[in-house]
């Protein structure tokens, strides 16, 4: 065990002697279920940090429909469905630029929205 382990480990021992684990709330109770009991052990920690940052699977989803539609439009030789595909492409990548943008309050500059309206009015006209 490493140095910070062994110093948690005696905190916690100490902490539980002296009662200040008696009157929290839940004491006593089964612990809540893991909503990521499913994924291993050694990415858990991952994904919650990714949860934690906003990254969600309806964005995982979106952005494998994405790579999804760029594979059948390289192998597409009929050109309406091919720009059938790539509307669709347009749409999920606005999909995905607004779950995204949501979660970036930072970049509410004039120039940055700007540049997106361009973007926005250019796939969707």
Do not use: W
């Amino acid at each position: 065990m490493d140095f910070f382990g062994i110093i948690s480990e005696e905190r916690i021992k100490k902490g539980y002697k002296e009662g200040e684990f008696e009157n929290l709330p839940g004491f006593g109770k089964p612990l809540p279920h893991d909503e990521l009991s499913h994924v291993p052990d050694d990415l858990r920690m991952a994904y919650r940090m990714m949860k934690n940052a906003g990254y969600t699977e309806e964005d995982n989803a979106v952005k494998q429909e994405m790579a999804t539609i760029e594979d059948l439009i390289k192998k597409c030789e009929d050109p309406a469905e091919k720009k059938d595909l790539q509307k669709q492409l347009n749409q999920k990548l606005l999909k995905f630029n607004s779950m995204m943008s949501k979660r970036r309050a930072s970049t509410n500059s004039s120039i940055f929205k700007n540049y997106e309206d361009k973007i926005h009015h250019k796939l969707v006209d």
